[in-house]
């Protein structure tokens, strides 16, 4: 199952916000600063990627139930979001 366009955008940018956050995670590192600053940005960072993942699964799931709405067998498909969804969780 492909991506939809748009779900694709936002998570690029979702992603290369991330990005961002993870090289700040690094300066800080190299900066010596304080374990608790760096394990919050850390925690950023890591919601950040989950947000990604969510809107690729969340993306998935609205194609099946437009196949399904279709009329098309989509029960492989719901159980391969569902396992992509887990393993977010």
């Known amino acids: 199952m492909q991506i939809e366009a748009d779900a694709v955008g936002d998570v ?16 800080m590192l190299e900066e010596g600063r304080d374990c608790a600053d760096v394990v919050t940005q850390l925690a950023a960072v ?5 947000r990604a ?11 099946c139930m437009t196949a399904k709405n ?16 887990l393993s977010l969780a």
């Open 46 to 50: 890591s919601r950040a990627l989950d």
């Open 12 to 27: 690029v940018r979702r992603l290369r916000r991330a990005e961002g956050q993870i090289r700040g995670v690094i300066a």
């Open 70 to 85: 279709a009329g098309e067998d989509q029960t492989a498909n719901l159980e391969q979001m569902e396992k992509l969804f």
């Open 53 to 63: 993942g969510f809107k690729i699964v969340a993306s998935g799931l609205q194609q």
